[in-house]
């Protein structure tokens, strides 16, 4: 006898933009959503070049005091970004959950830039 999962037993009824929409604010949920998971891919890209290149500098070092300043300021930017892209990323899970009608009548913009658009903003 063949047994189905709760998963196979279900019918599907749409994708998840169609359910978020019909919620208070749904599209402003799917959105934030999508830019966090961006926002987060960014950052973890970001993190990996900087370790790449704490780790190659680390290499060429030529004594225990220049890897220690090294280290202190791989530590100091790692700690930065960290803080820049939790701001980054609370804002935008603030701005879904504030209902638009609050958002517009306020006149509040959306959110902060996201990180590519500081990256654009920066060049």
């Known amino acids: 006898m063949e047994r189905s999962t709760p998963h196979q037993a279900a019918p599907r009824t749409g994708s998840l933009d169609f ?13 934030a959503a999508t830019t966090m998971m961006k926002e987060g891919m960014d950052f973890i890209s970001d993190r990996l070049r900087a370790d790449s290149r704490l780790f190659e500098q680390a290499c060429g070092c030529g004594n225990i005091a220049d890897l220690a300043a090294l280290q202190q300021q791989w530590m100091t930017e790692a700690v930065r970004a960290y803080s820049e892209v939790t701001n ?3 804002t935008q899970a603030l701005a879904a959950a504030t ?7 306020a006149g509040e913009p ?10 654009a903003a920066a060049a």
């Open 99 to 105: 209902p638009a009608e609050t958002t517009e009548a």
């Open 88 to 90: 980054r990323m609370l």
């Open 19 to 31: 359910g978020l929409a019909a919620l208070p604010n749904g599209e402003a949920v799917a959105r």
């Open 110 to 119: 959306e959110g902060p830039p996201s990180h590519a658009g500081k990256q």
